[in-house]
């Protein structure tokens, strides 16, 4: 979950870098580079990462895209979640709760088998989770909804997790990160079997690693033969890898350089909506934001069409203080919040503040436009009386010195489901809670939501949920960024979605 | 790094003061990298654990044994290097070796062909901005200044934009394919060797035309030019042994500068090499992977100069002189 939640050192690195670089862009210049062959059937991708932070074990942090990419082709996970925010059967075929929602019956395949040949079985699954409970601080405590001592393995097929309090919404906990890997495995430094779609060949290192696929694997055979997955820091590099012919797919590309490349038939721009945001946290422990009325005065300040236009090129949609606006449970009839000055400055003036205030607001380099956005919202505020003064932290401190420290300042958030920010950011005692969100009732009322076995029932609750949050909560949510791929043209089988969803590219396939 | 008095030489033979010397400054480089990583804010256990309770960051500290005094971590670090284990790093677990391993090749290849484009073009540079033509070296001397303080960043956007963006002549990034050496693929390492040769020629001639104007004005110099020399014997006969020692000490700056400072480059055309290595594990406080690397720019640097006392004598002619008069 690491790389959604907070850049990598890697991230931060190549954005301070971009200042520097934006040539124009060749495309596909006739070299010995551009020799994309499809009749070997390999795939390159260029994932955004660093080689450097490359990591083997799958249940610690994961600091890049490109490392969940390699180990979504190796190890297999749970279960999946959809482009639609659904969750989707993987390793696992069923998740059943008995009546209390505290005791869940998990049944696996009994077809997949580790490419040393051992079967899969459900004590493999058990210990992986096991394994990552107990690296909680490494990867946001992922499985903190999980009692895994009282859990028990039932037999080779099924075993039996058992949640701290009624949890309906255990498919979901189990996406995306769960990778099974055979029972006793513990040294990540040599290659540890897997029983993914895909297997790591002794062919390649810090550049790229290749992969081969796994023709016993259970599930539809991928298309490719092989896939290269290569860790590219920068973006700009990723981009004009794809633009030269030197890959096949780059993920996360400047917005400028899709712009320029919109009308290009050579490649295909794919957009995964609602990917990224950076809230502005106001902490609701600290003075002024623990007055209600200046947290919506900032809210009503915000001018949100100004800030997407400007900050992410138009490339996403208008924030309505939802913090997870793609969660399927998002609640999608409310209005959308616009800019209201007059209302804004009495709200101010009713909080005492009609003379105005000075603030810090923090921000960094660490992703594009997170200081444009600073600076173009300390302009904005400045029309309510609030002197917000924008200080530029280092990007590799940031997340240390600033994030859950600081009562002002841009976050991050990327693509992460609903349930996910409650856990690492609207827990009271949680040492992530940055906006210092301590509602007794609605966290009462999100137990009993969880608790509540009807899905429909159950969404509509937590939607409920994410609009008191969005009204009395200490984040602003001015805009959502597209998150932008570069593809060949005739590259098909990208997977949609954002966050997890976009890391399972095994049924990419090259075409002509 | 002045040769000691020539009388003491009896005592101690040349090559083992040499030695001696180089294994000083080496532990002194090593106190002062640990010394730098240990001032540097925060540790890899915040990285690691970010923003997770503090008894769980203490926990992780104490795992990687960040919580113990810092001379016990020196001497730790210093006998693990001394026995060839320079440890794991601490933000992927993977050996500290393998890694460097990994990436050695593609940053040595780099950096030996910058340095095999920069030295003849900073030989012809320093020349030209001391002997050139007259109203050609205040031109040279700005370009070389101007070329020496560029940021690279900006070296290598200028490069793309013309060599790839506008003439096509090179990939404008360099995504070498799993498992294929370096040298199999010039074409894609040309801008990278580019963008770090042209800067290091221009700081080399910098600093070497001052050693060259200074031999070119010595009488015996001027004599020979009087004589009738022609000009290319003058520079080999006369000049090209006097420069040749200070030359062979800037020339193992440089490479030492090339080794590890080879980020900017890396991360803008997507290679996986030391550089990019170093700046990541910086900003990570993966200290093992700072230190081994940073102690692996310096031994270069150690041992070029190492070199160059060692042929120092046999190039000065005068020193050579004198050895066949005793």
Not at chain 1, 335 to 345: E, G, L, M, Y
């Amino acid at each position: 979950m690491h790389f959604l939640f907070r850049p990598s050192a890697a991230v931060t690195l190549a954005v301070t870098l971009l200042a520097g670089c934006s040539g124009t862009a060749p495309v596909t210049t006739g070299s010995r580079a551009s020799g994309a062959d499809p009749a070997s059937g390999t795939v390159r991708y260029a994932a955004p990462g660093s080689p450097s932070n490359a990591v083997t074990d799958p249940h610690g942090m994961l600091p890049g895209e490109s490392d969940v990419v390699r180990m979504a082709l190796t190890y297999d996970v749970l279960t999946l979640p959809g482009a639609d925010g659904s969750t989707r059967p993987r390793l696992a075929t069923a998740w059943q709760p008995d009546a209390s929602l505290t005791r869940w019956r998990i049944t696996i395949r009994d077809d997949a088998t580790f490419s040393d040949g051992r079967p899969v079985k459900a004590a493999d699954a058990l210990f992986s989770l096991r394994r990552m409970g107990r690296k909680a601080a490494e990867n946001f405590g992922r499985m903190a909804m999980f009692d895994l001592d009282r859990s028990k393995v039932i037999d080779d097929t099924g075993f039996e997790l058992v949640t701290r309090k009624p949890y309906a919404e255990v498919g979901k906990a189990l996406e995306g990160a769960t990778f099974v890997v055979p029972e006793g495995s513990d040294d990540f430094g040599k290659p540890v079997a897997g029983s993914g779609p895909f297997r790591p060949t002794g062919k390649g290192g810090a550049q790229a690693v290749l992969f081969e696929r796994n023709d016993d694997w259970w599930g539809p055979k991928p298309p490719a033969k092989a896939i290269e997955v290569r860790a590219v820091p920068d973006p700009q590099a990723r981009a004009q890898a794809l633009l030269s012919g030197q890959v096949d797919l780059a993920g996360g590309v400047p917005a400028t350089l899709v712009r320029q490349h919109e009308d290009n038939s050579a490649v295909r721009v794919v957009r995964r909506p609602g990917a990224t945001l950076y809230p502005l946290v106001m902490r609701m422990d600290a003075e002024p934001f623990d007055d209600r009325r200046v947290r919506e005065a900032v809210r009503l300040a915000l001018d949100r069409k100004q800030l997407l236009d400007t900050v992410f090129l138009g490339y996403g949609e208008l924030g309505n203080d939802l913090i997870t606006p793609k969660d399927p449970s998002s609640p999608a009839d409310l209005p959308q919040r616009v800019r209201d000055v007059t209302r804004a400055k009495a709200l101010m003036a009713e909080a005492g503040l009609a003379g105005g205030i000075d603030l810090t607001l923090h921000s960094t380099t660490a992703y594009p436009g997170m200081d444009t956005a600073a600076t173009l919202i300390s302009q904005q505020l400045a029309d309510i009386g609030i002197r917000a003064e924008v200080r530029l932290e280092p990007p590799d401190t940031y997340f240390s010195a600033v994030y859950a420290r600081k009562p002002f300042y841009l976050g991050y958030l990327g693509g992460i489901p609903f349930l996910d920010v409650v856990r690492v950011t609207l827990t009271a005692g949680s040492p992530t809670n940055e906006t210092a969100w301590r509602d007794r009732a609605w966290s009462a009322d999100l137990d009993r939501a969880l608790a509540e076995p009807d899905e429909a029932e159950r969404r509509s609750r937590l939607g409920e949920l994410q609009a008191r949050l969005r009204d009395h909560g200490g984040y602003a949510v001015w805009a959502l960024s597209d998150r932008l791929d570069l593809a060949r043209a005739g590259l098909s089988g990208i997977p949609e979605g954002i966050g997890f969803a976009a890391a399972f590219i095994d049924q990419v396939r090259l075409d002509g | 790094m002045r040769r000691l008095p020539r009388g003491r030489a009896t005592a101690v033979p040349r090559p083992a003061r040499a030695l001696v010397r180089s294994g000083l400054l080496l532990a002194a480089a090593s106190a002062v990298i640990f010394l730098c990583t240990a001032a540097l804010p925060g540790d890899a256990a915040d990285v690691l654990g970010g923003r997770a309770a503090p008894e769980d960051v203490a926990r992780l500290r104490a795992e990687h044994g960040l919580d113990r005094a810092p001379h016990v971590r020196y001497l730790d670090w210093l006998s693990g290097m001394l026995t060839g284990e320079p440890g794991v790093s601490l933000i992927t677990g993977r050996p500290v070796a393998e890694l460097i391993a990994q990436r050695a090749p593609v940053t040595l290849f780099l950096a030996m062909a910058a340095l095999a484009v920069s030295v003849p073009l900073m030989a012809a540079l320093a020349w030209a901005a001391v002997r050139g033509p007259r109203r050609l070296r205040p031109v040279v001397n700005a370009v070389v200044v101007a070329g020496a303080a560029l940021p690279q960043a900006v070296v290598v956007a200028a490069l793309v934009a013309s060599l790839s963006a506008a003439w096509r002549l090179f990939p404008p990034v360099s995504m070498l394919p799993a498992g294929v050496p370096p040298w199999q693929r010039p074409d894609l390492l040309a801008l990278p060797v580019l963008s770090l040769a042209l800067p290091t020629a221009a700081y080399g001639t910098v600093l070497l035309r001052g050693a060259v104007a200074d031999v070119v004005a010595r009488p015996y110099v001027r004599d020979a030019e009087l004589r009738g020399l022609r000009p290319v014997t003058v520079l080999l006969r006369y000049v090209l042994p006097v420069v040749a020692a200070p030359a062979t000490r800037l020339l193992a700056v440089v490479l030492g500068g090339l080794v590890a400072g080879t980020a900017v480059a890396e991360t803008m055309f997507g290679v996986a090499g030391l550089g990019e290595l170093l700046v990541t594990a910086v900003a990570t406080r993966d200290v093992p992977v700072v230190q081994a690397v940073a102690l692996l720019a310096a031994a270069v640097v150690v041992a070029g100069m190492l070199a160059a006392d060692l042929v120092a004598p046999s190039a000065d002619p005068r020193t050579g002189l004198k050895a066949a008069g005793s």
